[in-house]
Each structure stands twice: as structure tokens, then as C-alpha cells.
């Protein structure tokens, strides 16, 4: 089937977009510019357009008008693939999630510049636009027919790997939540070593900013590990699938990128660039781990 060419152009920009509004929202969070146009939404200090610009208004407002754009693009991508691809089972499921997780995500965010919110709160509006991105990415791959290009359709998934690739999945969520709690609760620079929040000694946290720092780093520890043993198991029993055998040793690079962009994110006392690295690392490593999942369901209804 031949796919409009104006369709692919049309779903990269909204995945290039979405990733766009993820580092957005960190640079926002970074920068502490959440409340660079006040407490006005979607205005911003009491005008459309702003005429004093600050670097915290810059950031805020660019942020917004970045998710704005992008989510007319979204809506274009979900209602144009729904009826050029609603014959492939997935498409209908992604193109609802990515919009429904988009507006929720500019909800909070609006609810946040409104009236504020807790940090636990907060934590969540990271995940949440997450999700959107993940059904975009795997939005544009049916699009670019990528399971066509691999034969994802001859995938045959034992036991062991279907329970590991929905576990690490699900648990990478826990990873991005903890992640976004470091963030949100001013946690990033109370412990000054690594891997340990002070190496002269080991000791438990003595407070709850220490709790959610080393509670980050234990769960980042834990997801590098597990996908360290999925990689090695399908090296070991993968070879003859391509998209199973390079899925799993991509994921293995994003998140040994991450767990490294962690460090040096404590030992630069929280250098922009590197903490934005992190965020992307962290964003790509989730997208791919919701396609492995796509090609988990499509080898259980191959059964």
C-alpha cells in the first residue's frame, strides 16, 4: 500500500515536535520558568503576547506556543492516519492515546500556572506527555512502515521475553516518575558523590530530599540491569529477528546513555545541556520499549 509522502513529512514533525515539547517542559523545570508569564493562562503576564521578555518569559512562553503548534499537528497525524491506516489494528488505539495524553498534559500544565500544584502532582505531567511522544513515535513508524521492512509479522516471542519486556516497560515508567520527583522537589544537587550520595560513608537517607534522590538512582540502577539481562538473552537466542535483536541492543545504548548523563548531571552541578541529554535519553528509551510491547501483542496474535 502506498503511503502519502505528505503523511510521513507530517508524522516526523509531530515526533520531532513532541520531543520538543518534553525538552521544553525539563528546560521549563531546569530553569525554573514555570511561572515566568504569572499565574495567566494562556495569556501571559496579563497580555496575549507579552512585551517585557525575560529569559523566564522567553523559556514559558516559547514552551507554550511550541506545545500549541505542535498539538494542531498531532490532531492533523491522528485523524489522517485514522483513515489512511485504520485497517492496522494499532492505529485507531495510538492516534486516541496520543491526543487524549497531549491535552491532558497541557491541562496540568495550565491547572500548575492557574493554581499550583505538589510536586508527587507534578511529577506526573512528564510522564503523561511521555506517553503522547510514544504514540506519536509509534505512530510514524506504522506510518514509515517500518513492520513491513523487518517482517515483524514472523515474530515468534518466548515466555521469558514477554514477561521481561512488559516488566521493564512498565517498571521505566516508575524510573521517568522518580526522575521528574528529583526535579520537582529541588532534589537534584543534595547529594554531592556518586553512586552514593556521600562515598566517604554508607549510610540510609537522613531526609526526604536524600530519600527521593537515592530512591532515582537505585531505580536507574535496577532498570539498567534488567536491560542488561534482556540483552544478553537475545543475543543469545534473537539473532535470526532483526527488530527483536536491534530493538534490545538499542535500548541497552539509551539506557547506559542515560545512566552515564545521570552522573555527570551531579558531577557538573547540573550542567543544562547534560540534564536536557538526560531527558532525551530517558524519552527515546521509553518510546522504544512501548514498541516492543507493540511487537509482543502482534506475536500473540500471530499464536
Not at 509531530?14 to 499565574?39: E, F, N, Q, Y
Request: charged share 15%; aromatic share 10%; net charge positive.
Amino acid at each position: 500500500m502506498h503511503i502519502h509522502k505528505s503523511l510521513k513529512w507530517l508524522a516526523v514533525a509531530s515526533t520531532v515536535g513532541m520531543l520538543l515539547i518534553l525538552l521544553g517542559g525539563a528546560l521549563v523545570t531546569k530553569t525554573d520558568s514555570g511561572m515566568g508569564c504569572g499565574r495567566h493562562w494562556p495569556g501571559c503576564n496579563g497580555q496575549l503576547i507579552p512585551d517585557v521578555i525575560t529569559v523566564e518569559v522567553l523559556i514559558e512562553f516559547s514552551h507554550r506556543l511550541v506545545t500549541g503548534a505542535v498539538g494542531i499537528l498531532i490532531v492533523a497525524l491522528a485523524v489522517w492516519a485514522w483513515k489512511a491506516l485504520g485497517h492496522v489494528r494499532e492505529t485507531k488505539f495510538l492516534s486516541a492515546m496520543a491526543v487524549f495524553f497531549l491535552v491532558a498534559q497541557a491541562l496540568i500544565g495550565a491547572a500548575q500556572v492557574k493554581w499550583g500544584q505538589g510536586d508527587f502532582i507534578l511529577a506526573l505531567h512528564f510522564g503523561i506527555s511521555l506517553i503522547s511522544f510514544a504514540s506519536v513515535l509509534l505512530l510514524t513508524l506504522l506510518v514509515f512502515e517500518i513492520d513491513r521492512k523487518f517482517d515483524t509479522d514472523k515474530i515468534r516471542i518466548g515466555k521469558t521475553l514477554k514477561f521481561h519486556t512488559i516488566g521493564v516497560t512498565l517498571y521505566s515508567y516508575i524510573v521517568v516518575y522518580t526522575g521528574a520527583l528529583v526535579r520537582h522537589t529541588e532534589s537534584s544537587l543534595i547529594c554531592n558523590d556518586w553512586p552514593l550520595c556521600n562515598n566517604d560513608q554508607f549510610a540510609l537517607p537522613s531526609n526526604l530530599y536524600e530519600w527521593v534522590q537515592m530512591g532515582h538512582r537505585a531505580a536507574a540502577g535496577l532498570i539498567f540491569i534488567w536491560i542488561l539481562i534482556i540483552a544478553i538473552h537475545v543475543m543469545r537466542n534473537y539473532k535470526d529477528q532483526r527488530s527483536i535483536y536491534w530493538g534490545w541492543i538499542i535500548s541497552l545504548i539509551l539506557v547506559s546513555c542515560q545512566v552515564i548523563t545521570g552522573m555527570l548531571v551531579v558531577l557538573t552541578k547540573l550542567n543544562l545541556y547534560i540534564a536536557l541529554l538526560h531527558s532525551l535519553f530517558i524519552s527515546l528509551l521509553f518510546g522504544l520499549l512501548c514498541y516492543m510491547i507493540l511487537l509482543l501483542s502482534r506475536s500473540k496474535m500471530n499464536r
